[in-house]
């Protein structure tokens, strides 16, 4: 549901409902598929990345001689995620005999990963909703007991200013009414209160820790240098957001988030066999 509320029907980058993928799957045809295998599928627009012990110069032989004349006969032109503004709003979907529910909620954002507030709205996601020990983990899970798991996540493009900052919540359908409660309480007080230095710290190292672990490993460092390279960057803008990430002050990540989090502007999905458990 949150999905096909971010881009319009008929736009490319736009999601089908589940009877419109089914019809489209039944409509399409081998020919089709093999048409625009033969149009678009091909190595002259991809990147490689490779890490570890290799022969550099016997790495791009075999590439040439396996890849090289493989050409696709369509231009590569990359779509812009430039979604339409999401309407605030609550919508509740019966999911019959389903013995959880699922609870998900969207905030679209004018936001680039090269934006000044990035780092601080990053580090702010954390502590709302990035680990085990955050906030909305700790009211839903911890003090509340009614959630199986919940956080937050925040997404920017490399290339535009579109984000999208989404929570989440696994939870019995009986328990509707407290987890609005909850998220709703939770949320105003990060607005209202901020966070606190203690907070920072701890999302600070966390962070920095897990992007070491992260260059420490060949697909993880081989991963980023394949997208990297698609948005012209090096390892120089890894060490730039690490000093980014120590340098962004308590008052930078508060005042981060008071501008661009509003929680009414959220668009809330709350999927669950609710029916029955007001019967129940």
Request: aromatic share 8%; glycine share 4%; hydrophobic share 40%.
């Amino acid at each position: 549901a949150l999905a096909l509320e971010v881009y319009p029907k008929g736009d490319i980058r736009a999601t089908r409902n589940l009877d419109e993928s089914i019809a489209a799957l039944k409509a399409a045809k081998l020919s089709q598929v093999k048409q625009f295998h033969t149009q678009f599928y091909g190595a002259n627009h991809s990147e490689f990345a490779l890490v570890g012990d290799f022969d550099s110069d016997a790495v791009k032989t075999q590439l040439h001689q396996h890849f090289g004349h493989w050409k696709s006969t369509k231009n590569y032109a990359r779509l812009k995620a430039m979604p339409k503004p999401v309407k605030a709003q609550a919508i509740q979907l019966e999911a019959p005999d389903k013995a959880n529910a699922f609870f998900i909620a969207g905030l679209p954002l004018l936001l680039q990963d090269t934006d000044a507030d990035f780092i601080p709205l990053q580090l702010a996601n954390r502590i709302l909703g990035g680990g085990t020990k955050s906030r909305l983990m700790d009211r839903l899970r911890q003090k509340d007991g009614i959630s199986y798991g919940a956080g937050s996540q925040l997404s920017a493009s490399s290339y535009e200013p579109s984000a999208m900052w989404v929570l989440y919540a696994l939870y019995a359908p009986q328990n509707l009414d407290k987890l609005k409660r909850g998220v709703e309480e939770e949320l105003a007080k990060f607005v209202k209160d901020g966070v606190t230095a203690e907070e920072l710290a701890d999302a600070k190292k966390a962070w920095q820790e897990e992007r070491k672990i992260a260059r420490a490993q060949d697909a993880s460092l081989a991963a980023s240098h394949v997208a990297q390279t698609a948005a012209n960057r090096t390892m120089a803008f890894a060490e730039k957001n690490d000093a980014l990430i120590e340098s962004s002050t308590l008052d930078e990540v508060n005042a981060a988030i008071r501008k661009a989090f509003d929680p009414r502007n959220f668009l809330n999905v709350y999927a669950g066999d609710f029916a029955n458990a007001v019967k129940n």
